[in-house]
């Protein structure tokens, strides 16, 4: 028999004897930019072109690390192209459950439009072919020549561009550890320079986080630079934290779940498809309801009855599907040449399983709580501002991201925009502060602690513990009380025997350290928030409480540290944005949770999934 095992072929890489410390240890700036995604790089520019100097952290490669290479479509709105803010209102407010913060989402509808063109000017947004329709690349998987192809167009190289157009200088590979203090006012912060272990202070009149969000251990979607670190720095200074009880809805394949190229490989080589257009005044509930089934139920399918057995052949051609999947406008299905003609990646394998990144809160729901007012600056933190997903609680898209494919990308870029320019009015004609020198020594102390630790635990093996913990659909998906409470007392274990002794043999070990410590604390707090908010909305599901409970929960929930430890609150939504509360329980709700119709006593139809076992 004709032997056909294939050997690997293996490179091995060269390496430096050393790694260069950056060019200095410590700088000083007006506004200092952590993070470098859709939200931080807008809010970079914003701040420069409104007269600040800035300076730019972050922990990856900007355009390279976080969730900013991985976008595969952008939404904006445009009358001009016949969106009406009418439609749109109704189905983010019925789609997000009520309690979308509809304020930010108006400045979405007034301001997209405009960071669409500022997109496209960066090259961001630039259009070409998708490997299936551009010579045999697909079929030859051949992504090195696709890629080589369109070089030029490659969009995670327009960040560092974008950068050096508008003079900001960049500190890459450099994770903020901490943020520096005086008088009560944020005026710096220390890092990590990873590849070389250096430690590094940055005295600043602001500080703005656009840190991304998290996850415990990616599987099956590429996130392993997003690890909760501006939440974390956020909750030491005793600051809200909301949203975190809502899941991400992102999918895996069941038959490789870790495998993150059988379902993302074309997606990072190809561009940015334009999307939007596809509700109206006739449409808008059931888009609405459509795309809350699709997020807030598809997940809990495959949690509470099982997923069909597959050998990993199944292929999804996104292209083939209907304009309101894809995300495209209803005008490109007769007009080819319509701009936004929607998610047209290559084909890919099949995602049918919740999981693909454990931990990660549903887009744009969670992050430091600034209120339901449109801004960026702290309340009660003089110069510390926050955008993007993940750091700012802005939720516009409220508990089950109705919005369309798209809108994150777009949505973050406005944030980053507006904290930007928030950033730059608050230090005209300001002093530099400085902390003080034992404040600074200390925080540094603390980065290198695990470096000076005999033994202890691996950071490696630690977070493998914790996704073990926050994996189980039991406490991810379908939640309950004993089994939340159940996971609760194991991270609170971790908290407080594991982390103290996390230890480290090089400053790669470091950042691994301090992301655990990251993630274990994003943990309580989101098995916290589940506990707190007791029914399902959204993405958020409750097997023991499968409905909404309007009269309790038509809120946002905060965690933050008190005197006598995790204070959670209650933050009412606005009147005015929760629609007809008088209104019969059927006519405000039109997609149900497993349960739901027989604890509420009605019989959902048959076209809804919760209809056909609830």
Known sequence: MENLTVKPRVIELPRPESVPCPYNESYTTDVLVI??????????????????????????????????????SFRWFDPERGD???????????????????????????????IFERLTDWGILAQYPKASEAGDFFEKEDFWGYRATYDRLDRHKKWIAT???????????????????????????????????ATITVRAKAVLLATGGGSYKPTGYPVGTDTFDGEYMAWKLGLPIAGKEYEDFHSTSNNAPGNVFYDNHWQYLENIWLCGGDVSEKNASEYASNKGNIMALGRVRGAVYGVAK?????????????????????????????????????????????????????HLT????????????????????????????????????????????????????HAGKAA??????KELASA?????????????????????????????????????????????????????????????NVVPKLAAASSHDLRLCMEVRHKVLSAELKLRASLFRAESRGTHYRADVPYRRDEDYLCAVTLRQGESGIEL????????????????????????????GKAKGFTPPKTNWGGKRG
Not at 424 to 429: I, N, P, Q, S, T
Request: aromatic share 10%; proline share 6%; hydrophobic share 35%.
């Open 35 to 72: 993070g470098c995604g859709f939200a931080g790089l807008n809010a970079a520019v914003s701040a420069k072109l409104g007269g600040a100097e800035v300076l730019v952290m972050d922990k990856g490669r900007p355009g390279y690390s976080g969730l900013s290479p991985w976008p595969s």
């Open 84 to 114: 009406r803010e009418e439609a749109y209102m109704a189905a983010i407010r019925e789609g997000g459950d009520y309690v979308s913060n509809l304020a930010w989402y108006k400045c979405w509808i007034d301001e997209s439009k405009g």
């Open 163 to 197: 950068l050096e157009r508008y003079e900001i200088p960049f500190l890459e590979h450099t994770m903020a550890a901490d943020l520096l203090t005086k008088d009560g006012a944020v005026c710096g912060a220390v890092a990590l320079h990873v590849p070389s272990g």
């Open 310 to 362: 597959s050998d990993g052949s199944e292929i999804q051609d996104v292209a083939t599907a209907n304009y309101t999947r894809r995300g495209g406008s209803q005008v490109y299905e007769s007009d080819p040449e319509e701009l936004r003609s929607g998610k047209m990646s290559t084909p890919v394998g099949r995602s049918d399983l919740a999981g693909a990144a454990t931990g990660m809160c549903c």
């Open 366 to 417: 969670s992050g430091v709580f600034c209120g339901f007012e449109v801004r960026n600056d702290v309340p009660g933190m003089p110069g510390l501002f926050v955008a993007g997903d993940g750091t700012h609680c802005t939720a516009p898209s409220g508990a089950a991201y109705p919005c369309g494919v798209g809108f994150t990308s777009c949505f973050c870029s406005i944030d980053g925009d």
């Open 424 to 429: 730059a009015a608050w230090v005209r004609g």
């Open 436 to 496: 003080d020198e034992e404040q600074i020594e200390a925080k540094l102390a603390e980065i290198s602690a695990p470096l000076q630790r005999e033994k202890g635990f691996d950071p490696n093996w630690a977070r493998d513990v914790l996704h073990s913990i926050m994996a189980p659909y039991w406490v991810s998906v379908a939640k309950t009380e004993p089994t939340l409470r159940a996971a609760l007392t194991q991270v609170e274990y971790m908290r407080d």
């Open 569 to 596: 609150e209650k933050h009412p939504v606005p009147d005015e944005w929760t629609g007809e509360s008088s209104a019969a329980y059927t006519d405000r709700y039109h997609y149900y949770f497993p349960g739901e």
